[in-house]
């Protein structure tokens, strides 16, 4: 069965709020600066962060408060109104530092990503995934990322797929890789709310919110939900913590990544001890591991 083809591109709203008229808009980030606050900072208190803020990362008790430009004034601001806020350190990058390169357009295996503010058109065959990650982590550039998507590639070659669980979404993009080969439902899970913020932005861009359902939470609350093939492209704990409650059991296929070379011998290991069968494994440098496993059943 060939892939769905993404004809053409959409034209979405812009990072700025403004929509794009050709495609070819200028990226709406330079420079990332990161403010850290002990406490969680949640929805109620970013009204006091102004407009140039992008996003908030939220780890453990910690924010990273993330602004297009200095935010001093705003942070103080914030922290001074509020006690249970201290700031604890501040940092300026580059949007291409924190990113591990500049958002260009990437080819990867059958798939064009490419962010909202360039142009580009898929070549007859070939996947056209509109992507802006802002300040998550996603864009096609690690090769976790890549191999997930030649993995998902692989698996739909070999026997297409209908619906897909995607443990730890990020930016989204391989839900979205998933629906423009074929699968008829995806639900997209991510324990960060910026994360799941980011996803349901690139779903919207790619007009896909009808098939792809977002939903914040751990990965352990919906690793049982049906679906004919699972991806999980997380930490190596969170891996162990499924594997130890009996995760991907009734699942006919799955992708697991994220794992660097010890890990994988280990997940490996485990995997094949409680009867499953690895049918792939992708490697980067020896370095970054992806395998696609099932369940042998009977």
């Not at 995607?166 to 993009?173: E, I």
């Amino acid at each position: 069965m060939e892939p769905k083809t993404q004809a053409g591109y959409p034209l979405p709203e812009s990072a700025t709020g403004k929509e794009a008229d050709s495609g070819t808009s200028d990226r709406p980030y330079d420079d990332l600066y990161i403010y850290l606050l002990e406490g969680v900072v949640v929805a109620e208190y970013e009204s006091y962060l102004g407009q140039a803020f992008i996003g908030n990362w939220v780890e453990d008790n910690s924010s990273f408060l993330f602004f297009g430009r200095p935010a001093d004034k705003a942070v103080n601001r914030l922290v001074k109104e509020f006690p249970q806020f201290e700031l604890v350190e501040a940092h300026h990058f580059t949007y291409d530092q924190w990113q591990g390169g500049g958002l260009e357009t990437i080819k990867v295996d059958k798939f064009v990503v490419v962010p909202p503010w360039k142009q580009a058109d898929a070549d007859e065959g070939s996947i056209l995934i509109v992507l802006d990650p802002g300040v998550v982590f996603g864009n096609g550039l690690h090769p976790t990322t890549r191999d997930c998507l030649k993995a998902l590639s692989y698996a739909y070659g070999q026997q297409p797929f209908q619906r897909v669980l995607d443990l730890g979404t990020g930016t989204g993009v391989l839900a979205l890789a998933a629906v423009f080969l074929g699968a008829e439902g995806v639900l997209a899970v991510d324990i960060n709310p910026l994360c799941v913020k980011t996803a349901m932005r690139n779903i919207g861009l790619n007009r896909l919110h009808d098939i792809i359902r977002t939903v914040e939470g751990p990965a352990e609350h919906f690793v049982d939900e049906p679906s004919d093939l699972v991806v999980a492209n997380i930490h190596h704990e969170v891996i162990e913590r499924l594997l130890d409650r009996g995760a991907f059991r009734d699942t006919d296929r799955f992708v697991i990544s994220g794992l660097m070379r010890s890990q994988f011998r280990d997940v490996r290991s485990r995997l094949e001890k409680n009867r499953f069968r690895i049918l792939r494994e992708w490697d980067h440098d020896m370095t970054w591991f992806t395998l696609l496993a099932m369940k042998e059943f009977g």
